[in-house]
């Protein structure tokens, strides 16, 4: 079994930053594909940014395009979301997903990932 941990959420003002990391651990593979999606109160969870599991190619959903940048270290299997420029609607519970992957497809669906980890809260706010 593989297990997904979040880390790095937190309260900040908009326009600040925060970074964002998610490591899987257990039964790993050689590579993932690794999403960020999020979910705000009273709303279905949406999409925010993945990096294939090989060659690092990255897509990102438009809200969140420019102001954020997934990254991965295949190495320690750990993904990390550097969030700038933060706003009051980017609040939410921010979830990473991750699925053995050796190619380069992008996977925006929440139902192509197979292991999800917790959760992590971020609150933007003056």
């Known amino acids: 079994q593989v297990q997904v941990v979040e880390s790095g959420g937190g309260s900040v003002q908009p326009g600040g930053s925060l970074r964002l990391s998610c490591t899987a651990s257990g039964r790993t593979y050689s590579n993932y594909a690794m999403g960020w999606f999020r979910q705000a109160p009273g709303k279905e969870r949406e999409f925010v940014a993945t990096i294939s599991g090989i060659g690092g190619r990255t897509y990102y959903a438009d809200y969140v395009k420019g102001r954020f940048t997934i990254s991965k270290n295949n190495t320690r299997n750990t993904s990390y979301l550097q969030m700038n420029n933060l706003q009051p609607e980017d609040t939410a519970v921010y979830y990473c997903?991750?699925?053995?992957?050796?190619?380069?497809?992008?996977?925006?669906?929440?139902?192509?990932?197979?292991?999800w980890g917790q959760g992590t809260q971020v609150t933007v706010s003056s």
């Open positions: 997903a991750a699925v053995a992957s050796t190619n380069l497809w992008i996977y925006n669906s929440p139902g192509s990932y197979n292991y």
